[in-house]
């Protein structure tokens, strides 16, 4: 992977593909799939990632590839984090939610439910550390 130490502010498809080790036409793809990646375009109509693109591809990326979820499922993932943009205090409140929904759930039936609960929880805890 290329080293983001010298940031720009924008990238071309081609600087991304490489960073992320993404295909451009993956990368056209996901664009349509999910619509948190919307990257701008400049005057003649390419298109311009800025460094939060870059984050989201790779963790779309995480999900599809190193986690094996499906693009119905990596979708969910990420409304769920949308949904979850709230101030701190209120992500903080949701964690312990979490918790609790994880120590109330019955293991029998609901094992992929709570496999989903620790994934959230984790990304939560994530989000709550970069703020």
């Not at 071309?12 to 375009?41: D, G």
Request: aromatic share 8%; no cysteine; glycine share 2%.
């Amino acid at each position: 992977m290329k080293d983001l130490s010298i940031k720009k502010l924008y990238y071309s498809i081609s600087e991304v593909s490489k960073i992320t080790n993404i295909e451009q036409y993956v990368l056209r793809y996901w664009e349509t799939e999910f619509e948190q990646l919307q990257p701008q375009k400049n005057r003649a109509g390419n298109r311009i990632y800025t460094n939060k693109d870059i984050q989201l591809i790779l963790y779309i990326k995480e999900l599809l590839r190193g986690r094996k979820y499906t693009i119905e499922g990596a979708k969910k993932i990420l409304d769920e984090y949308e949904q979850a943009k709230q101030p701190i205090v209120e992500i903080k409140d949701k964690k312990v939610k979490v918790d609790k929904e994880l120590t109330t759930t019955s293991d029998h039936n609901n094992s992929s439910l709570k496999d989903d609960l620790e994934e959230i929880k984790s990304f939560l805890k994530l989000l709550v550390t970069k703020i």
